[in-house]
């Protein structure tokens, strides 16, 4: 099974700061790599897929980069409706893995 | 509207037999690749099953093989779950998701519902 090793597993930053989230895949994934958004209590919603193709409807303001094993999701500026936890998931192969998250609050 | 509604999650006993259900609406069903993901209280996501558009292709997770098995009924837009031998393991919120391609891999989930519950409590 891939592994994916998210970081950090919580962040607290100010309005309008750039922020970023890592993750690390035990075996390349081969850019199968997607980035999901969950409010609480909320169903999580697709941002990045594909490591850096932004989702429809989804704000510039994130952005994806990576290859291989390692994969990085950017929040250029942060914003209020930002709150929640984030997750990578690898869909190379099956078990298709989650990251264990980050959470992402507002200072 | 596109949407997928969950139903079917209930308390239950360890060892007993539950059946979710996925209705979706809004798009074409039988294109699509279709996944269970369950999220435990307080925890992360845990990809649980896929079953590409036809049924040719249908994997689980090696915590649930040989207890859940996922199904599709293109007929009726419906997506299914099928969960015996119950564990309290088992407790979570159970979600039905839309891949964004066919197969089963390689996609993302484009489309969730908003999950239905799943207790397993004696």
């Known amino acids: 099974d891939i592994q994916m090793t998210q970081s950090p597993s919580s962040l607290s930053a100010s309005i309008g700061d750039r922020v970023t989230i890592t993750c690390r895949a035990s075996q390349t994934v081969n850019s199968y790599l997607n980035w999901y958004q969950q409010k609480p209590g909320k169903a999580p919603k697709l941002l990045i897929h594909?490591?850096?193709s932004l989702q429809s409807g989804v704000p510039s303001r994130f952005s994806g980069s990576g290859s291989g094993t390692d994969y990085t999701l950017t929040i250029s500026s942060l914003q209020p409706d930002d709150l929640g936890t984030y997750y990578c998931?690898?869909?190379?192969?099956?078990?298709?893995?989650f990251g264990g998250g980050t959470r992402v609050e507002i200072k | 509207e596109v949407q997928l509604i969950e139903s079917g999650g209930d308390l239950v006993q360890p060892g007993r037999s539950l059946r979710l259900s996925c209705a979706a609406s809004?798009?074409?069903?039988?294109?699509?690749?279709m996944d269970w993901v369950r999220q435990a209280p307080g925890k992360g996501l845990e990809w649980v099953a896929t079953i590409s558009w036809n049924s040719g292709v249908i994997r689980h997770a090696d915590s649930v093989k040989g207890r859940f098995t996922i199904s599709r009924d293109n007929s009726q837009n419906s997506l299914y779950l099928e969960m015996n031998s119950l564990k309290p393991a088992d407790t979570a919120l159970y979600y039905c998701a839309k891949d964004s391609g066919s197969s089963g891999i390689i996609n993302a989930y484009d489309l969730w519902g908003q999950g239905t519950v799943v207790i397993v409590s004696s």
């Open positions: 998931q690898q869909t190379f192969n099956t078990p298709k893995t």
């Open positions: 594909s490591s850096s």
């Open positions: 809004g798009f074409t069903f039988d294109e699509y690749a």
